[in-house]
């Protein structure tokens, strides 16, 4: 099985963790192992990695890629799961944590995957490749849901008239494959909404996003990950899109927030203090980067350390 994916600010990502030697750290979605395998490159053999990954194919090839390392540790779960993760691994506190978010180039160039708008496959984009399917969601929800989810996670604003055209058309026979889907949403849409990428791009998205509960893991994962950091651990995370990227700045911003006192107070009363510090405010890829992997080029990523 190949599974390829080019990690998105690899560098600049294990930079951001200050990688100890001996160190405890988490990849909590490891793919196919890029920035796993810079971190353990950093490790010595009293150092550890936890590598997470939600997707099967990604962990039977994590478990190959790492079969040599016995301080790596391959784990099939959602990252949203950590406190678990790392009570069954009998690991309290670790020194830094890396999620590297959204889809990976492997999921979106496997065709049967179904997260392609470029390729016909069943309507699928599990990254679990189990429970509810894309095809649960275009056949079973109702047309105000789906407008609500196309609306809300794609930023799409012929939402409406998309989610009418697939109630539609299911009344005749069910939405089965990417393909249909597009041309559904695509006949939803104005000709000159379709000059600007792929019609499909942003419905796509939201779909992915929905049956995924990327948005929704997310604010209570970052939390729990940062919980579960030593003084001075870090947590750095990549987001792909506008809209993870907002919930991990006001969360990272949350966590460095100190006193919540009026301003007119002479003196502080509530005694917030900071939990963490920024190290820097955000790093893009560089133009070298997005020029060779033009899908690195809305990455973002933001870091925290833990006071």
């Avoid at 810079?38 to 009293?46: G, S």
């Avoid at 950590?82 to 009998?90: G, Q, R, V, W």
């Avoid at 796509?204 to 929704?216: H, S, T």
Wanted: charged share 30%; hydrophobic share 35%.
């Amino acid at each position: 099985m190949e599974f390829v994916h080019k990690s998105v600010l690899l560098n600049e990502a294990v930079d951001a963790l200050s990688v100890k030697n001996d160190g405890i750290y988490v990849d909590a979605t490891a793919g196919g192992g890029g920035h796993s395998s810079k971190i353990t490159e950093l490790l010595t053999p009293e150092g550890r990695l936890i590598a997470i990954d939600r997707d099967p194919d990604a962990v039977a090839v994590l478990t190959d890629r790492f079969k040599d390392k016995e301080n790596v540790t391959i784990v099939n779960s959602v990252f949203d799961n950590i406190l678990n993760i790392l009570s069954d691994n009998s690991v309290d506190k670790v020194d830094g944590i890396l999620a590297d978010l959204g889809v990976s180039s492997y999921q979106l160039d496997t065709a049967e995957r179904g997260f392609s708008v470029h390729k016909d496959a069943p309507l699928d984009m599990r990254m679990s490749k189990s429970g509810y399917s894309a095809y649960n969601a275009v056949n079973e929800l109702s047309e105000r849901e789906l407008a609500d989810i196309i609306f809300s996670y794609g930023e799409e604003k012929y939402a409406r008239s998309i989610a009418k055209n697939i109630v539609r058309y299911r009344q005749d026979k069910p939405v089965e494959t990417t393909l249909e889907l597009c041309d559904i949403i695509s006949s939803s849409m104005p000709a000159k909404a379709k000059r600007d990428g792929h019609p499909a791009r942003k419905t796509f998205q939201a779909i992915r996003i929905y049956i995924n509960r990327e948005l929704e893991m997310l604010p209570g994962a970052l939390k729990d990950m940062f919980e579960s950091l030593k003084p001075g651990g870090v947590l750095a995370i990549i987001t792909f899109h506008s809209l993870e990227d907002r919930i991990v700045k006001n969360t990272f911003n949350e966590f460095c927030k100190g006193c919540t006192c009026p301003p007119d107070f002479p003196v502080c009363v509530c005694g917030k203090k900071p939990k963490g510090k920024l190290p820097f405010k955000s790093i893009a890829p560089s133009d070298e980067e997005v020029a060779e992997n033009p899908r690195s080029r809305s990455a973002r990523l933001r870091a925290v350390i833990k006071l």
